[in-house]
């Protein structure tokens, strides 16, 4: 029996569509792993009643078909699926770093990228690496067709999660298909200034990085609330908002200082709205460890 503890994480952070994740420092999966004849999955915790125990439709399933390592897993659920905080993801990056050291297949941490990834397929249709990433190597991860590049940063954070569903792949579905030449321009000017932001820990430029005119508006209607959520997050001192992942969860970045005032900014402005939400008061972590 081996013991994993894979982080949630918010991918996108704006500018960075598809490519930039953090991993948060709460909250996150825990997962137990053993060796046996076939893969079978026992799911508690957050949201198990909505997450499939078939390994064709589990992502650790896909993760254990992928390094031929059959197991009994058993996943206690702390990241709430269709949340924008990497629920599937959390789940395949500990599948994927506890069957690696379980078999000793021997691969690397940015080797088991793609692997976990096949599992974010099983869920979204698409093996998108910006969730796994930061999951399995911690930090803020560059996700590229020719690997990924790791920033150890532990900018602070608010993760606002309200009481409202929406899955990854309707969130996948209102990306518009093309965009400006003046949008480009203005999406890597803000994508350099956030990882400039990482590698320095300022807030600040993180925050004023995360400004999107892409994909940000087109999933904000899915969101209720969020254009007042933002604007009341930045009022209570938020460098920068945005939505996390494939949304509901809203992400402020923020100074340490501010983090109470913001998270109760956000809940009382979805609760203005009826809406009931979690705020969490976190800040870029570590991966996944192994226990
Ligand atoms: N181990 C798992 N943990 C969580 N969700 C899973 C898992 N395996 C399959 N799923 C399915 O994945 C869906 C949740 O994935 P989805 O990508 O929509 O949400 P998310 O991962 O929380 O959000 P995001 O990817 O935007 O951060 C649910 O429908 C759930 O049934
Ligand atoms: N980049 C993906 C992340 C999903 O968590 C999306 O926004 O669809």
Redesign the pocket.
């Given at each position: 029996m081996l013991t994993v503890r894979a982080p949630?994480?918010?991918?996108n952070l704006g500018s960075g569509f598809d490519v930039f994740g953090v991993a948060l420092e709460r909250p996150a999966?825990v997962v137990r792993l053993s060796k046996a004849d076939r893969t079978t999955?026992d799911?508690t915790g957050a949201?198990s009643q909505?997450?499939?125990e078939d390994p064709e439709?589990?992502?650790?399933?896909a993760v254990a078909e992928a390094l031929e390592a059959p197991a009994h897993i058993e996943?206690d659920?702390g990241?709430?699926?269709?949340?924008?905080?990497?629920?599937?993801?959390?789940?395949?990056a500990a599948?994927a770093v506890g069957l690696n050291e379980l078999y000793d297949r021997g691969y690397t941490r940015e080797e088991l990228v793609p692997i976990a990834a096949k599992?974010?397929a099983?869920?979204?249709g698409d093996a998108?690496d910006d969730?796994v990433a930061p999951s399995i190597m911690g930090g803020f991860t560059i996700a590229t067709a020719s690997g990924v590049r790791q920033v150890d940063a532990s900018i602070p954070l608010v993760a606002c999660l309200p009481d409202i569903v929406?899955?990854?792949?309707?969130?996948r579905r209102v990306v518009p298909e093309n965009a400006r030449v003046d949008q480009l321009v203005e999406t890597v000017g803000n994508a350099a200034t956030l990882t400039t932001g990482m590698h320095r820990d300022d807030p600040g430029l993180v925050g004023e990085g995360m400004h999107d005119t892409v994909v940000t508006p087109a999933r904000a209607k899915l969101i209720d609330g969020y254009e007042s959520v933002r604007e009341a997050a930045l009022d209570a001192g938020a460098t920068g908002v945005t939505i996390?992942?494939?949304?509901p969860?809203v992400i402020a970045a923020c100074e340490d200082a501010d983090q109470r005032a913001i998270a109760s900014a956000m809940l009382d402005t979805f609760g203005d709205r009826g809406i009931d939400a979690r705020a969490y008061q976190t800040r870029i972590g570590r991966g996944a460890k192994v226990f």
């Open positions: 949630a994480t918010s991918a999966d999955i799911v949201g909505f997450i499939p439709k589990n992502t650790v399933g996943i659920k990241v709430r699926p269709a949340s924008g905080l990497g629920s599937s993801a959390a789940s395949a599948a599992g974010e099983v869920v979204s998108h969730n929406v899955s990854t792949r309707d969130a996390s992942g494939a949304g969860t």
